[in-house]
């Protein structure tokens, strides 16, 4: 591993991954995501731009990385007889566009089996169910993919989580949901006590702390795709922020699905 995805993307003079490239990164991750949760019962929990590493496809850069480090040693330190610490170098850059496949990296934060509970995810990335204190499932890796993707292809988050006054707010995050994804399924409200905080027994927004629903829109949010393209990505991500668990397709099914199809192995 040699560099993540978020270094890729800011190679680019807009600092945005291509649609090629967001693609092929997305493509690579979810078939990770196909067989950490359908074959190894394992939920990642922490998929952020970090976390995604490319492998080394031109190996002239190890050769340019010993000459380096011959011709200009790294710093070291001498901490006793049999401990030095060196300095880290960077490989560089590969040649003629190698950049090596996406890896989904760092499994700290990962979960083995099927229903969890407790806070995970980054506060940007969390998924509803996360958010009010219900049992969570690997449908939080698709939610966490689907934030992602705005990341990499508009270099802003999805969500803002802030309040007026610029703090972090769950509930103004709840709110973002709701104007993206309108009102939640009165049945899924029930699944916890936690959601009575914002909404009220007919399932209605409360404006809880005086936190209205913004006025946001997935379409509007995506400002680099256009015509039928623009609509099969739209679709694509609709099929992953839902309120409900299992109505998010799994990995397995969004390699399927008609944005990524040139994309298909």
């Known amino acids: 591993m040699h560099m993540t995805i978020r270094e890729l993307q800011y190679q680019n003079r807009s600092k945005k991954l291509t649609e090629q ?3 092929w990164t997305l493509s690579n991750v979810l078939r990770a995501l196909s067989f950490l949760h359908d074959e ?7 998929i952020n731009p ?12 190890f050769a340019r990385f010993e000459m380096s480090e011959a011709e200009e040693p790294s710093p070291m330190k001498i901490i006793d007889d049999t401990r030095t610490v060196y300095g ?9 566009a190698l950049w090596g496949q996406p890896v989904l990296c760092d499994f700290g934060e990962a979960r083995i089996g099927s229903l969890h509970s407790g806070l995970i995810q980054p506060e940007l990335y969390r998924a509803p169910e996360v958010l009010f204190d219900m049992s969570w499932s690997s449908a939080v890796d698709i939610w966490n993919v689907a934030v992602l993707i705005w990341d990499l292809l508009e270099n802003r988050h999805l969500f803002s989580a802030r309040d007026e006054n610029h703090a972090t707010s769950a509930t103004a995050h709840v709110a973002e ?3 993206y994804l309108g009102l939640p399924p009165r049945e899924y409200l029930r699944r916890s006590d936690v959601t009575k905080n914002v909404f009220d027994d007919q399932g209605s927004w ?3 702390g005086g936190i209205k629903v913004p006025s946001l829109s997935l379409n509007g949010a995506e400002s680099v795709l256009n015509g039928e393209n623009k609509e099969n990505f739209l679709e694509f991500v609709r099929t992953m922020l839902k309120w ?6 799994r990995a397995t099914e ?4 008609p944005w990524l199809q040139d994309m298909a192995s």
Do not use: F, Q, Y
Not at 40 to 46: L, N, R, S, Y
Not at 88 to 96: A, E, F, M, Y
Not at 254 to 257: H, Q, S, V
């Open 21 to 23: 490239l967001l693609k």
């Open 40 to 46: 190894a019962g394992v939920i990642h929990t922490d």
């Open 50 to 61: 970090s976390n995604i590493m490319l492998t080394v496809d031109d190996e002239s850069l």
């Open 88 to 96: 880290s170098r960077k490989l560089g850059l590969p040649k003629d």
């Open 177 to 179: 949901m709701v104007a």
């Open 206 to 208: 409360k404006g809880a």
């Open 244 to 249: 409900r668990p299992e109505d998010r397709k």
């Open 254 to 257: 969004l390699l399927t699905e």
